[in-house]
């Protein structure tokens, strides 16, 4: 390379024209470092703490806005009336089941003569003897709608105990008769049929048909705070049947089922009759023209399966009719 001398001897490089000292000319084929990316937005976004800030306030609003609608919807609607969160059974009430007992045959279970005799002096003797129904019972039940929303009521089905009846029952009878006319009824139900299903019933008894199935099917529905009443007419020719109802019904959209036990929680029950009357020990005779002519009696007259033969022939009944006491009991 040559050199121009400076003034006192020094000496300089000399620079070719057009080709002046570089980093690159130093580095001459090294490639220039590539540029660093610009920072993604999300990545500006977290990196700032306004934004950090503004984030953890809109959490805390959305907590305390839900605590706040949760609690206020918790007065207004308490969660098992909230029409989306009604558990099964939790959507319809069952405010009474009671038996009818004004008319009708019944049998005394596990009862002494003395027992039923002594209970027979109280107004309300049927409520201190274990009566079963024999040939057919009426019940009472009120149900009564809890959801927010309009319960509706699809069906009713009875549910034997054990699927089917046993044998018919024989013991002490007690017999009521009508004054006149029949029970008025609502729905009925023959429980000892294959598939038993509730019929719905005129007021004087008459079949007309199933209720909640077939072609004239019927529903019910329930506002809150609403309620239905029930009179049921259970019926058995044939068997001794225990059994409970399966309530199907719709809330907000959802099926659900709920369960209907007898009074005091057990089972309905009833009894067939038996086929011939004398099978009967004891029967105690309705007080209905068991007295001089057509007049009541003061008590009850009490006599055999043989006398309760021979009244049944007498007023041409079936056998499980509630008839009066036969002529030669007549007091």
């Known amino acids: 390379m040559s050199t121009d001398r400076r003034p006192g001897g020094a000496r300089r490089p000399r620079v070719r ?29 977290l990196n700032s703490p306004l934004n950090w800030l503004l984030a953890v306030v809109l959490v805390v609003a959305t907590t305390t806005f839900q605590d706040v609608l949760g609690s206020t919807l918790g007065a207004l609607l308490p969660l098992d009336r909230v029409p989306d969160r009604v558990a099964a ?4 009430d069952v405010v009474t089941v009671r038996s009818e007992r004004e008319i009708g045959t019944w049998m005394a279970r596990d009862a002494t003569v003395s027992e039923i005799d002594a209970a027979l002096e109280d107004p309300n003797w049927p409520r201190e003897l274990d009566l079963i129904d024999v040939g057919w019972g009426s019940w009472i039940i009120t149900l009564e709608g809890r959801a927010q929303q309009q319960v509706r009521i699809t069906d009713i089905v009875p549910e034997l105990e054990n699927g089917r009846c046993g044998e ?25 049929q294959p ?66 036990d007898g009074p ?3 089972p309905f029950e009833i009894t067939a009759p038996r086929r011939d009357a ?15 002519g057509p007049e009541f009696s003061a008590e009850r007259v009490r006599g055999t399966g043989e006398d309760y033969a021979r009244a049944l022939e007498e007023f041409d009944a079936p056998v499980g009719q509630p008839v009066s006491c036969p002529e030669h009991l007549r007091r």
């Not at 059974?89 to 319809?92: M, Q, R």
């Not at 259970?234 to 959209?253: I, K």
């Open 168 to 192: 018919p029952l024989t013991g002490p009878l007690l017999l009521t008769a009508p004054e006149g006319g029949g029970p008025v009824v609502q729905l009925q139900v023959d429980i000892d």
């Open 264 to 266: 005091d929680g057990a």
């Open 89 to 92: 059974g939790e959507a319809i």
């Open 278 to 292: 004398a099978d009967y020990p004891v029967v105690w005779f309705s007080p209905q023209g068991c007295g001089p």
């Open 195 to 260: 598939g038993a299903r509730l019929h719905g019933s005129t007021d004087t008894g008459e079949d007309t048909g199933p209720y909640f199935t077939g072609p004239t099917a019927q529903h019910v529905t329930l506002d809150r705070n609403e309620s239905v009443a029930f009179r049921i007419t259970a019926r058995a020719d044939q068997g001794h049947c225990r059994w409970t109802y399966r309530v199907e019904y719709e809330v907000a959209g959802a099926a659900h089922t709920t369960r209907i």
């Open 17 to 45: 024209p057009g080709r002046a000292l570089t980093r690159s000319s130093v580095r001459r084929g090294a490639r220039p470092p590539a540029p660093e990316p610009e920072p993604s937005r999300l990545r500006r976004l």
